[in-house]
């Protein structure tokens, strides 16, 4: 199962007891959050080494590996890791201040495939990577569900923010005003923007913060903002 996944590498995370807080983030969606401080500094460090040590995958402006060529501009560079352990331990951080049950309507912004009632059971193991350099950037897009099963899939994304330098500016979230905001999402053309997002589009930026996660339902537009270094 786990071999299919984008440049899968292999690490332990050891996990240490740790609370993090979860906080409602209005301006993005009422279902929306922000979580602070969800992974501390020795578990960040202990990843990121692992990551520097791994053979990262480039791929192209839609975050894409098949999309990209040699000679192609690079969009960001990838790596996975599957780890149910490590879920469970960031699930067990943030559970009991998320609701027990979510009912869905069609004002919802995620695939929700007719179910109406659905329960939070965790974090996806699939762990993806991403590491942005000079020049690279996200497409205007939405985010898709990672599915296993007819009753168990993601309905939302949860981006972590691992690192952050001095050296670097951009690289926040970025939410867009959504022209199909308001159609069901069975409706909407799902498809990527193979472009940046324009400064009149751009609602709301959300800027990284190390440890800090961010929680919002797929099918929210966004982009990745272009990374500039010195």
């Not at 979580?35 to 791929?59: K, M």
Request: no cysteine.
């Amino acid at each position: 199962m786990a071999t299919k996944f984008v440049n899968q590498v292999n690490f332990p995370i050891e996990a240490t007891e740790h609370e993090a807080k979860v906080t409602q983030f209005f301006p993005v969606d009422d279902n929306a959050y922000v979580v602070s401080d969800l992974i501390p500094e020795a578990e960040r460090e202990t990843i990121l080494t692992a990551l520097a040590n791994s053979n990262w995958q480039p791929v192209s402006i839609t975050g894409m590996s098949g999309n990209w060529q040699e000679g192609d501009p690079i969009g960001s560079y990838r790596a996975s890791n599957y780890t149910q352990e490590y879920a469970d331990v960031l699930w067990n951080r943030i559970k009991d201040q998320l609701p027990a049950i979510r009912v869905f309507t069609d004002a919802d912004n995620t695939d929700w495939d007719g179910h109406e009632v659905w329960e939070p059971i965790g974090i996806s193991p699939l762990l993806r990577f991403i590491k942005y350099t000079d020049g690279g950037w996200l497409v205007v897009h939405y985010d898709a569900p990672y599915v296993e099963s007819e009753d168990v899939r993601t309905l939302q994304s949860v981006v972590i923010y691992l690192d952050q330098t001095d050296t670097i500016t951009g690289g926040a979230t970025r939410f867009m005003e959504d022209p199909q905001a308001g159609i069901p999402v069975a409706e909407r053309n799902l498809n990527d923007q193979a472009r940046q997002a324009t400064d009149e589009e751009v609602r709301l930026t959300f800027s990284p913060k190390q440890g800090t996660a961010l929680i919002f339902d797929h099918r929210l537009l966004h982009d990745a903002e272009l990374v500039k270094g010195e």
